[in-house]
């Protein structure tokens, strides 16, 4: 049987969540304080203190931040392991196996604020029988019932025949279903509380507030607490909070804080070390960490403020995470090629500063940049205007493109589709390590360059297809090769907006029309019509209808390929999967298109006048759309029952 101290927790510290929240690109949450203390420091003591004698931190590229901000602790054994890239909880669990002979394995989150009870966990491992225990709470209503889960896992030893030997490997959508189809046993159960996980701001400062409701004056950094007159207002002695400010609990108040008068504070708020707060300042569910002041006349609600940030004197700021710039600079310095570069914007940014900030305090309230310098706002907007300015003229040639032509109308969408993508990437996205890389610069170069030759020997596909080389370079140079492979098949997708070469596309045209009208003759005479084919006209019953160059089906392979791009790129499946449903678009768009000139064709017979001419010419694609949606749809449900392992062996495997 298992003892506490002879099993190897594995804390997972992940990643920076760059873009989402900026407090989180500078420190990741692992580091973020719980009552003045870093919040993988507290679970490393707590589970000390538990018996646990070894612990392995896996990270993304914050090793040796997590060192340097880390205390040593004698009883326990501390391993960090550095991941260049991002492996996943099952690849952390596959790299901490290796450092070490242990047969169990408890895998914690590093950022949460009320450590479980470890002997309580093994004893429910055990009860269970089970290769691999998941931990779950009650989930609360901010949450939703869909909310993520904490994250807890305890396994032994065999779970390592399930992960991949190398690579990225998740447990709930790599490890678990591989399980499921081998016959592992999994079993579930209930955390007896919360143990407040959080990954953002607004997580942080929900589950802050549960602790703070529910915390023990034991668990209080400072061991001599002056109460106000009230359970849930906790000062330090050094604290000073002047007669006049008016604190609702819960309140902590940490050592060498001031609060001024008049001000008042709303819990749940945490006011850090050597804080100060200015008179007739508002404070309303906020976390203020150590060194931070806060000017007179400030209204702060919902928000984190990080280590020494200064807030100027009238700033209203609500939900929001405000870093601190200086430091956030250090943490999160460029490499030595680029640092002329960021000299140079230093140095930008002290010339403009001062009429920058002018031009802030001349804006409406609602639009001003309040206790943030407006520089990076100006520095992204200037970025974009000399992006569209450069490009304006093709711009404009594409919207025509999309206006004028029926083949590539679809294109409008492309790029709005583009961005939802992206949106519904966000969470991998934030995962993702910033390393800007020079080789954007000289793909930039090139994409120019690109646009220039075709500009001097008047191409005009080269300048529109120069659109997309240059955001992929520009993606790739701010934000490096790791974002760059993430949002790779999304920049690809924008190809999809861009016209066919004149060249291609009248190479493609003709071959397409003819094939319309051999396949609507074929489904015509499938269907006991008599039918004469004269070129591209079709003689039914008499009634001539002539397949136009409109009619070659090229509006519907560009439509349909769109659909299923986008298909493909938001579905969680095989490459192969979605390789087959990019390929059959065209197979169903060349259908769908047969399908139409056939109907059209047979209403032609029935129908005469212009007025009905037009409906069916110009609104019979529309009909083909809901077709089209409904084959992919059957298709993916073939895949599915092909690939997928049934439900009812799913059930039974977890029941075991």
């Not at 914050?62 to 550095?82: A, E, G």
């Not at 002695?237 to 604190?247: F, N, T, Y």
């Amino acid at each position: 049987m298992n003892k506490i101290g002879d099993i190897n927790v594995i804390i997972l510290a992940g990643s920076r969540d760059f873009g989402r929240c900026p407090v989180t690109s500078c420190l990741p949450v692992a580091l973020w304080p719980v009552v003045g203390e870093p919040a993988v420091e507290r679970l490393l003591r707590l589970l000390a203190k538990q018996g646990i004698r070894h612990a392995t931190i896996c990270s993304n590229g914050d090793t040796l931040l997590l060192k340097k901000t880390l205390t040593s602790i004698d009883s326990m054994q501390v391993t960090c392991l550095d991941e260049p890239l991002p492996v996943g909880p099952a690849g952390c669990v596959r790299d901490a196996a290796n450092q070490g002979n242990e047969e169990l394995f408890l895998i914690l989150p590093a950022a949460i604020t009320s450590p479980p009870d470890i002997d309580s966990l093994l004893r429910i491992h055990r009860a269970g029988g089970s290769q691999l225990t998941v931990m779950l709470e009650e989930p609360s209503c901010d949450a939703g019932p869909d909310g993520p889960g904490p994250g807890i896992y305890v396994c032994d030893r065999s779970i390592l025949r399930y992960i991949p030997q190398h690579g990225y490997s998740d447990i709930k959508e790599g490890v678990i279903p591989e399980m499921l189809k081998a016959g592992g046993t999994i079993h579930s159960a209930k955390l007896d509380h919360s143990v407040g996980s959080f990954r953002d701001r607004a997580e942080y400062l929900l589950k802050i507030g549960d602790y703070l409701d529910n915390v023990h004056d034991s668990d209080i950094p400072f061991p001599h607490s002056k109460l106000s007159g009230s359970k849930n207002i906790r000062l330090a002695q050094s604290a000073e909070v002047h007669p006049d400010a008016r604190l609702y609990g819960p309140v902590v108040i940490m050592d060498d804080a001031v609060v001024a008068e008049k001000a008042v504070i709303f819990g749940p708020t945490v006011i850090g070390r050597g804080v100060t707060v200015g008179k007739n300042s508002l404070i309303v569910n906020s976390a203020l960490w150590d060194g931070c002041r806060v000017g007179e006349d400030c209204q702060i609600r919902q928000c984190i403020v990080d280590f020494g940030t200064e807030i100027g004197h009238n700033s209203i700021i609500q939900e929001k995470a405000i870093p601190f710039k200086e430091q956030g600079m250090l943490r999160n310095s460029l490499s030595s090629a680029l640092a002329s570069v960021g000299n140079a914007a230093c140095s930008l940014q002290r010339a403009l500063r001062l009429p920058l900030d002018k031009l802030n305090d001349k804006l409406p309230d609602r639009m001003k940049s309040h206790g943030a310098n407006i520089l990076p706002w100006f520095a992204g907007g200037l970025i974009l205007v000399a992006f569209l300015w450069s490009y304006w003229s093709v711009f404009r040639d594409l919207w025509q493109v999309w206006q004028q032509s029926d083949e590539y109308s679809s294109g409008l969408l492309v790029p709005f589709l583009a961005v939802y993508i992206l949106w519904s990437r966000r969470a991998d996205l934030a995962q993702c390590t910033i390393r800007p890389s020079l080789w954007g610069l000289f793909a930039f170069l090139a994409a120019q360059a690109f646009r220039f030759f075709g500009l001097f020997l008047m191409f005009g596909s080269a300048e529109r297809l120069s659109v997309v080389l240059s955001i992929a370079s520009i993606v790739l140079l701010l934000f490096g090769w790791q974002v760059f492979r993430k949002v790779f098949s999304i920049l690809i997708f924008l190809g999809l907006m861009l016209p066919l070469p004149r060249r291609i596309h009248y190479a493609v045209m003709l071959p397409l029309q003819s094939w319309a009208t051999s396949s609507a003759v074929f489904f015509l005479e499938m269907l006991g019509y008599h039918v004469m084919r004269e070129g591209n006209i079709i003689n039914l019953n008499g009634t001539t209808v002539a397949v136009a160059e409109a009619c070659n089906g090229l509006r519907m392979i560009m439509a349909f390929f769109v659909i299923g791009a986008l298909v493909v790129l938001l579905m969680k499946r095989a490459w192969w999967e979605k390789l087959i449903v990019l390929i059959s678009s065209l197979p169903i768009a060349l259908f769908c298109n047969s399908l139409r000139l056939t109907i059209t064709a047979i209403a032609f017979t029935m129908l005469h006048g212009q007025y009905w001419e037009n409906i069916f010419h110009d609104f019979g694609g529309y009909a083909m759309m809901p077709l089209a949606l409904g084959a992919i749809v059957l298709e993916l449900w073939l895949l599915t029952r092909i690939v997928t392992v049934p439900v009812e062996k799913q059930v039974i495997s977890a029941s075991k």
